[in-house]
């Protein structure tokens, strides 16, 4: 289920549509270390918003563009790349971060120039040095599974929860499945969760 059904879903349940705002951040200082990049100063984290203003509209504040789901495609913050993106690529002098849908989630991860990363692998670490790495060179780094937002967040801050204990069960739950892709959900702040490379948080408007 995605965004806009796990919407729609919150909507008949809540008996009216009620807006919310995702905050999609990037810590793109972890991704610079990791992946050998050298990170232009005072870039280490960028925040992106998105607005959810129906069902089935999400509109993003700092481009003002409208799509029916999360999409993020931006440029990592680093030193230039003198390499041959290939014939057809629209990749730029610099890798490109996305977060977007996929299978029962959204992936998220960095693409790059197939040929520079045959040689520039070998200087990073051994994790990060045999990470797969797709045709388009696009290398995944993560998976948020969907349900967590909006659904989850939205039943904890409306009290759909008969007591504390029953709301600390479905919790527990996701945290255990959210910690399988490495994020951390607290008990404390449940519509903000944390992993290497990115912070996303879920706000009423």
Known sequence: MNLREGTRRL???????QPYRLVVGVVFSAICEDFGLSLIEDAGFENYRFTAISASLFARSDDREYSSDIYLSVDVPCAVIDWNPGFGSILGNRPRFFFHRARAGYQFGIEVALEWWSQHRQQLSETVRNLPVNPDGTIVLGFLPDDYFPVHVWLSQNVFFSSWESWQKVHQRWQAKL??????????????ITHRYMGISQYKI
């Open 11 to 17: 909507a008949l349940r809540l008996g009216a549509f």
């Open 179 to 192: 910690a399988k892709y490495g994020w951390f959900a607290s008990e404390d702040r449940p519509e903000y």
